[in-house]
């Protein structure tokens, strides 16, 4: 039956010619034929396969007639796991690593795995397929000659809006993940501190009910709230456009020349933010951290 569970052998087996490899394989983000030829082979041809969710991955295998074993390999049990399966690939067992949906370590455990294996000179091979990130980038019509993964943004709006607001001057395309559930607030946060930038909210990739919602920012927030979207979210916004990134960086320039003080009652008034968080920014556009940025402004006064 496919996606047995893994048992480990009472003796070690030989050991294979060259030693074990590690496969990282990805698999489909929602449509089960989103996978390569080169990937079913592989899986089918390990020792073993290492998965977040052994349902997920069982579906995946039956799909196909693979009856590999699997491993349980998550973040709560990757830290314990890891030296098993390091123990089996340095007997020369050969196994797969994969996720849930998507290219392996990518907002998803393996990394710990991947390096510990690494540093031990097993073989680390990619068997690359789907992304998240890729889909959602090509099928937005943003530009995506340059972009920036960023993950996910924190769950905590005070940590997520620090997030936000240390991507204000970037100038390429952004890529987030975000729960579905948090959509809402993390657009709303993403208006307010990025600005109007185009973007692209992508819903169930490859899947039955894919959507693409495109606007600002402040469209897409707008939009956003009166709804409670469900399923797997790529977020891609555009970089800012022209004039707007000209008006910034003219901003910064200009405020260069002001007493740290006054730049700090500047963003007050200017942008209703507190006073934490514009001692924070008028740091951040000096160069100098908080506790430095606190320490002139005592001096100042």
Same mark, same amino acid.
């Given at each position: 039956?496919?996606?047995?569970?893994?048992?480990?052998?009472?003796?070690?087996?030989?050991? *294979?010619?060259?030693?074990?490899?590690? !496969?990282?394989?990805?698999?489909?983000?929602?449509?089960?034929?989103?996978? $390569?030829?080169? *990937?079913?082979?592989?899986?089918?041809?390990? &020792?073993?396969? *290492?998965?977040?969710? $052994?349902?997920?991955? $069982?579906?995946?295998?039956?799909?196909?007639?693979?009856? %590999?074993?699997?491993? %349980?390999?998550?973040?709560?049990?990757?830290?314990?796991?890891?030296?098993?399966?390091?123990?089996?690939?340095?007997? =020369?067992?050969?196994?797969?690593?994969?996720?849930?949906?998507?290219?392996?370590?990518?907002?998803?455990? /393996?990394?710990?795995?991947?390096?510990?294996?690494?540093?031990?000179?097993?073989?680390?091979?990619?068997?690359?397929?789907?992304?998240?990130?890729?889909?959602?980038?090509?099928? %937005?019509?943003?530009?995506?000659?340059?972009?920036?993964?960023?993950?996910?943004?924190?769950?905590?709006?005070?940590?997520?809006?620090?997030?936000?607001?240390?991507?204000?001057?970037?100038? &390429?395309?952004?890529?987030?993940?975000?729960?579905?559930?948090?959509?809402?607030?993390?657009?709303?946060?993403?208006?307010?501190?990025? /600005?109007?930038?185009?973007?692209?909210?992508?819903?169930?990739?490859?899947?039955?009910?894919?959507?693409?919602?495109?606007?600002?920012?402040?469209?897409?927030?707008?939009?956003?709230?009166?709804?409670?979207?469900?399923?797997?979210? @790529?977020?891609?916004?555009?970089?800012?456009?022209?004039?707007?990134?000209?008006?910034?960086?003219?901003? @910064?320039?200009?405020?260069?020349?002001?007493?740290?003080?006054?730049?700090?009652?500047?963003?007050?008034?200017?942008? =209703?933010?507190?006073?934490?968080?514009?001692?924070?920014?008028?740091?951040?556009?000096?160069?100098?951290?908080?506790?430095?940025? !606190?320490? &002139?402004?005592?001096?100042?006064?």
């Amino acid at each position: 039956m496919a996606g047995r569970k893994f048992n480990p052998p009472s003796a070690p087996p030989v050991p *294979a010619a060259g030693g074990g490899s590690l !496969y990282l394989v990805a698999t489909p983000i929602g449509n089960l034929e989103d996978i $390569t030829l080169r *990937a079913l082979r592989i899986l089918r041809e390990v &020792r073993w396969i *290492a998965c977040e969710d $052994t349902r997920r991955t $069982t579906s995946l295998l039956q799909r196909h007639g693979i009856e %590999s074993p699997l491993i %349980s390999y998550h973040e709560h049990n990757e830290r314990q796991r890891t030296p098993e399966l390091l123990a089996a690939l340095e007997r =020369g067992e050969s196994g797969a690593l994969v996720t849930d949906a998507g290219t392996p370590l990518v907002s998803d455990p /393996g990394f710990r795995l991947v390096s510990a294996a690494i540093a031990h000179g097993i073989r680390v091979v990619p068997v690359p397929g789907c992304s998240a990130v890729l889909a959602a980038l090509a099928a %937005s019509g943003l530009p995506c000659d340059e972009f920036l993964f960023a993950g996910f943004l924190p769950a905590r709006s005070a940590e997520r809006r620090r997030a936000l607001d240390r991507l204000r001057t970037e100038p &390429r395309t952004i890529v987030l993940f975000e729960a579905p559930h948090r959509l809402a607030a993390s657009l709303a946060d993403a208006a307010e501190i990025l /600005g109007p930038r185009p973007a692209v909210v992508g819903r169930e990739i490859t899947k039955i009910f894919e959507e693409f919602r495109r606007g600002t920012l402040v469209e897409l927030a707008e939009s956003i709230r009166s709804i409670k979207p469900r399923g797997e979210i @790529t977020l891609v916004i555009g970089p800012p456009a022209q004039e707007t990134a000209e008006s910034v960086s003219c901003s @910064t320039r200009e405020s260069a020349g002001l007493p740290l003080s006054a730049r700090v009652a500047q963003l007050i008034e200017s942008e =209703g933010i507190s006073r934490n968080a514009a001692l924070k920014r008028a740091a951040r556009e000096r160069g100098i951290t908080r506790r430095v940025a !606190y320490r &002139r402004l005592l001096e100042e006064r």
